[in-house]
Every structure is written in C-alpha cells, then in structure tokens.
C-alpha cells in the first residue's frame, strides 16, 4: 500500500517487494496532485504524460536497473532548467522558455531513473521569503492555507508537507530551502557552498546559491545526497572533494558531541514559543550524551545588510542578460532598441525583483561600489571568521531557523517592503560563509503550526551535520506529523 508520507526506503522495499509497480506509485502521486494543487499551487508545470511514460519504462527495466532510486516520484523548483519542458523561475520573463539541456542536478536524476512529475512554484526568480513574488500566484502552507509556506523555495516545501511528492529540489541564497521547511514542517537541506552542481540552475547570486533537498526526514537527504551531489567539472564553483557514504553513519552515537549554542540566536528577536522547543530539543541532544557549549557569534547582526548588498548586486548582474533580444519575454510596445530594453524588463519582471535590481546596480555603481559592496564583503570575512572560531570548540551549531512560525498571506498589506527581510535573520549568515546547514522539525507553536530547529556544520562535513539531526530525529516525533490538509487528497 502507498501511504502519502513513506519515506524514499518505504518506497523503494515497496517497488522491490512488487507491492506495488513504478506506474502505480506515480499515478498515486499525480493524483494527488491534481486533488490538491488548486488549493495550495505549489506547481507551476504538472508533467503528468511523460511521467507515466517514464514510469512504465522503469517497470519494463524494474529487473535490470541498480539504481536504489529507480522509479521513485520527485519534483523539481522551477529554477533548475529541464529540457524541452518549460523553466520559468517563477516570472513573466521566462513564463515560454523552454530549455535545450538539463540541469546537472536533473541529468543525475533522470540517470538514476527518478520520474520528474513537474515544477514546483517559487518566488520569482528566488527573490522572496513568502512565496508570494512568484507571476503564478502565492503558494499556499499546507498546514493553515491563510499562511505562508515560506520562500523561495516553498513550492517544493508545500509540494513535499502536503504529501504530493516523496522528495523536492530546491535552491537556497540566504535561507530559501530551510525557511520553508521550518514553516512547513519538514526537512530542509543546504549543503556546503560547491557541493552540488550549480550548472543548468537559473543564477539569483553566484557567490550565494546553493542546490539542496526538502524531504520528509533527514535519512532521505542523505540518501539524496549520496547519489544526486558530487563534483561538476561544468560548474567552475564545484568543488572536487570526495562526498562519502552519508547514510552509513546517521547512527552513529552522539556521546561527547559538542553542540554549540550562540547567544546572538537567542535574543530578545526570538519568539518565546520557539524558544521552548528548542530548550526541549538541548534536553533531547543532553541525554544523548552531547555536551552543550555557550559561543558568540559577534557579527550576527550584521549578516543581513551585508546580504542585501551581495545578493542584489549579484543579481543585477545575473539578470541583465534578460532584455529581450536573446530569448524570454519580448515587449511589443518598443519602438527601438532603448524602448525594447526598457519596457521588457519593465513589463517581464515583478516588483520585488526590479527593486534588487535597482539596489544592486547602485551598489555597483562608480562612487559607490567601494562604500557598499566591498565593505559588504569585507563583513562576509568578518562572519566567517566567526564560524570558523567556533568550530574550534563545537561539532555543530543549534540554533532557530526562522525568529516566528508561518505568518499570513497578505503581501499587499505590508508597508514597508523591506521587513520581511528579517524573516532570514538566522540563516543569511550560513549562505554568506557557504557552510552546510539543516532545518529539521522542532514542535508547535500554539495555533498548531509547525517550528523548525537550524543545525549548522562545518565545510563539506555533512556526514556529522547529517548524523547529529536524524538522531534528533531518532528521538522525537515531529517529523511524523502531517497537515489535516493531507485528508482531503485522499477522500
């Protein structure tokens, strides 16, 4: 029987036990799917035929295929280019872009016999923390459909909460694939800066975006690590370093792990409810046998403004590459060259993306680029230097991921812009020193919504990031729940 929440090895016993075939396991998901994303529309583009094709040629090759994720269901954020089905990073500008060529990430799973059952909405072009920037409209949070699912990457993480997909990609700049996966309950994966290929992902920031999953528990991020990341010789930023075997040591003990605790984290910005769980959760990793150390990391507070300086001018440099000549939107109110410039960009992008833009380009421009961008990353060296003084002293980091739980929908409500920048207080500064981090399930807050615990590593060492949160995930039971929402695709 396929149940909505098996886990990848729940699905992969089924397919080698024949308790069910690789169609039927995708017809389950595509059913849901068609159920439940005009409620929370967190897909953009459904691939239902090539889907069941792809699915009965794995049945036909169930004998013969090794791959341990051979005919498994997954979605992919629209970020990530696919060939010959459309990529449009969530905007108006590439609403018709079809690809010529998969991304790096997508080839690995199409070689490993993954069926791809479509593209999950984002804020467009990954700028955004609700998900409501995206020119296909907000996404819903499965677990309270007036809420925010998070962003940018709250297409996958809606997609994965609500049981429509075993497992989702995702992109993360300065929190987007842990910030929805806090709010909607699940877990959220960012690897280490170079550790995924970055070829064939649509670029916010270079220097910032990283390729990761949102699953239902941390044992499946790691098997997708095992078999989806590694080094990229088309992608300059890869990093030629060998991955390992993640998932032979999720059991290792934790007895004398050092967790590091940094008071900047718990401040008076925190809400009280997400303090008590994580207070819960230190009990949790105490009688493991961790040792819970105080750390400081003093520069916390300026991880933001230099973020939003980065990032912006990242992408105002990334994104004047859409103008209307090569390819995406074209304007048909020009009548030259300048004119065709101006109102396609004018007309393709949103609001929030024009206004990154704009802030990016005065970062860079002359007489200012010395004032803001490269202080901006002067203070990225600052933050690292930070995490790297703490890693003398601990294993991993434990902290909040987001300072509140999933808060309404209602963008247009908002004054000013610019506040729900603070919603990435916690994770910005992990993109910033490129280090892996994890948002894993924590407890509820009061109106039954979900609260994630933030679980910081050091460079390129997963393997203990990946340990120290399943056997968290050993010990409690959050990650088990599920939306109510989640009854209605099976009525």
């Known amino acids: 029987m396929i149940t909505p929440t098996d886990s990848l090895s729940d699905i992969k016993k089924g397919l080698d036990n024949k308790s069910f075939s690789c169609k039927e396991l995708t017809k389950f998901f595509l059913d849901r799917i068609e159920k ?271 973020y939003y300086i980065i990032a912006p001018a990242e992408c105002s440099s990334n994104l004047a590459r859409f103008d209307g000549v090569r390819y995406g939107f074209r304007s048909i109110n020009s009548n030259d060259i300048d004119s065709l410039y101006k109102n396609t960009r004018n007309e393709g992008f949103g609001t929030e993306v024009k206004r990154r833009i704009l802030i990016g380009t005065y970062a860079l421009s002359s007489g200012y680029y010395d004032k803001y961008y490269e202080q901006a990353q002067r203070v990225r060296s600052v933050l690292k230097n930070d995490f790297n003084q703490a890693f003398k002293k601990v294993d991993v980091i434990l902290g909040p991921t987001t300072p509140s739980t999933a808060f309404p929908l209602n963008k247009e409500a908002r004054n000013d812009p610019t506040e729900l920048y603070s919603s990435d207080l916690y994770t910005i500064p992990v993109n910033l020193a490129g280090l892996p981090a994890i948002s894993i399930p924590a407890g509820f807050g009061k109106k039954e919504l979900p609260i994630g615990m933030q679980l910081i590593g050091q460079a390129f060492n997963e393997r203990v990031l990946l340990n120290v949160a399943h056997q968290f995930q050993l010990h409690s039971e959050w990650h088990y729940q599920i939306p109510k929402f989640n009854e209605s695709c099976d009525e």
């Open 36 to 306: 439940a994303n005009k409620k929370i529309n967190c897909f953009i583009t459904v691939c239902r035929e090539s889907a069941l094709k792809e699915a009965e040629k794995a049945d036909l090759k169930s004998n013969s295929v090794p791959s341990p994720f051979a005919g498994i269901p997954y979605a992919n954020k629209d970020i990530f280019c696919t060939s010959q089905i459309r990529t449009t990073c969530g905007s108006k500008m590439l609403e018709n872009f079809l690809p010529l060529y998969d991304a790096e990430i997508v080839r690995r799973a199409k070689n490993l016999g993954l069926i791809m059952l479509g593209k999950t909405n984002m804020d467009e072009f990954a700028m955004g923390s609700t998900n409501e920037t995206s020119f296909f409209g907000a996404v819903k949070n499965p677990w309270d459909l007036t809420k925010v699912p998070g962003g940018s990457s709250g297409g996958s993480a809606a997609a994965v909460a609500a049981g429509l997909v075993p497992f989702a990609t995702g992109s993360d700049t300065g929190g987007s694939i842990r910030q929805p996966a806090a709010l909607c309950g699940i877990t959220g994966l960012k690897p280490t800066y170079g550790r995924i290929s970055r070829f064939g992902m649509i670029a916010f920031a270079s220097s910032l975006d990283q390729a990761g999953f949102l699953t239902r528990n941390v044992e499946d991020c790691a098997l997708c690590m095992e078999f989806l990341s590694g080094f990229d010789p088309k992608d300059s930023t890869s990093a030629n370093i060998p991955k390992g075997d993640y998932s032979s040591e999720l059991y290792a003990k934790l007895e004398g792990k050092k967790i590091g605790i940094p008071k900047e984290y718990f401040d008076g910005n925190l809400d009280s409810e997400i303090g008590h769980c994580l207070a819960e959760a230190k009990d949790i990793f105490s009688k493991l046998g961790c040792v819970l150390v105080d750390i400081e990391l003093p520069n916390t507070e300026m991880a933001i403004a230099a």
